[in-house]
């Protein structure tokens, strides 16, 4: 086999290191006969070995396509003055240890970095998304302020004392062994450390089990909500003292609808996204699956905050 046949089948491809810095200046690269950088080639064509759109798995058209809806560095409908309304009642400086837990592309980090002066640490499971966003943070110049680690949120093992600061937002709703997860988060921060995270939970009794059920398997990754009333309960048996636990439902599906609406304004006034659109509306049924769940009083967004006690010498 030939080597311009291997590229023309997709065989080979530039490295990932090599696409992404491509993908950030806005082109896409012809790979070559050893697998090389190439040259790059007109933006519109789809990235190769991307496949069909899908919400399964982190591709860098996903990757695109979230960035498009949500904003530099974003795989979650996240807006800045949701991040500032999270992370404000914090007192973030850049004397505090900060992490965060899910930093996907590590959009929310960066902008924590900048807004505060800070150092954060972020935390993700996903191995594709933590290289971009270590390299989206390479060429945003803030790898200084930003690095990230890997973890497995079920096995969950951050080094003790290591954090004043963690934050999340929609980043454990998919754990299961959420007790060990809380545990340890508590065990992580420091004397009177503080912890804010905002999440899909359920409110009560569920009414109709077999809707949650059917949106659950729907998803990319299997939920396990907790009631909210339970996660007070078990935040406050691992130590933390619990004191806000607020409902932002309608707060969080606006945010959702404003996004995919200025995203149909922009399209209606001529900005183009390709191929992405296909992916972009693949997203755009993830969303509304979410959304739908909300109306029907199933699903809930809460923002919930505790502390870690001072200790008592």
């Known amino acids: 086999m030939s080597a311009g ?38 933006s519109a064509a789809p990235p190769r070995d991307d496949g069909p759109p899908t919400v399964k798995g982190w591709s860098l058209s996903r990757q695109q396509s979230v960035v498009t809806l949500f904003g530099e560095g974003m795989v979650r409908c996240i807006p800045d003055d949701a991040k500032s309304r999270l992370t404000k009642p914090l007192g973030i400086n850049k004397k505090l240890s ?20 800070a150092y954060v640490t972020g935390y993700e499971t996903d191995p594709i998304l933590m290289e971009a966003g270590s390299e989206m943070t390479k060429m945003a110049g803030r790898a200084r302020h930003v690095s990230f680690l890997p973890c497995d949120f ?9 954090a004043d600061i963690v934050y999340a937002s929609e980043a454990l709703f998919h754990v299961r062994n959420k007790p060990d997860a809380f545990r340890a988060i508590y065990d992580m921060l420091r004397p009177s450390g503080q912890f804010m995270m905002s999440d899909y939970m359920l409110q009560g009794k569920v009414k109709d089990a077999s809707a949650l059920k059917d949106w659950q398997q729907a998803e990319p990754l299997p ?5 909210v009333q339970e996660a007070r309960k078990l935040l406050t048996a691992i130590g933390f003292e619990v004191s806000i636990a607020e409902n932002i439902t309608a707060e969080y599906k606006a945010n959702v609808m404003r996004a995919f609406a200025d995203y149909a304004t922009r399209t209606g006034n001529g900005e183009k996204s390709g191929h992405l659109h296909n992916w972009i509306l693949k997203e755009g049924e993830l969303w509304l699956n ?12 809460f923002r919930i905050y505790a502390r870690k006690p001072v200790e008592i010498t």
């Open 154 to 162: 079920e096995k969950f093992t951050p080094k003790p004392r290591s």
């Open 5 to 42: 046949r291997k590229v023309a089948e997709g065989d080979a491809k530039p490295p990932l290191k090599a696409r992404l810095r491509a993908w950030w200046d806005g082109y896409e690269l012809a790979a070559d006969a050893e697998g090389g950088t190439g040259e790059p080639a007109p």
């Open 290 to 301: 979410r959304t739908r769940m909300m109306d029907a009083g199933i699903l809930q967004v």
């Open 98 to 117: 900060v992490a965060e837990l899910g930093a996907g592309l590590g959009g929310f980090a960066r902008w924590v970095a900048h807004e505060y002066d």
């Open 223 to 227: 939920p396990h909500l907790m009631e």
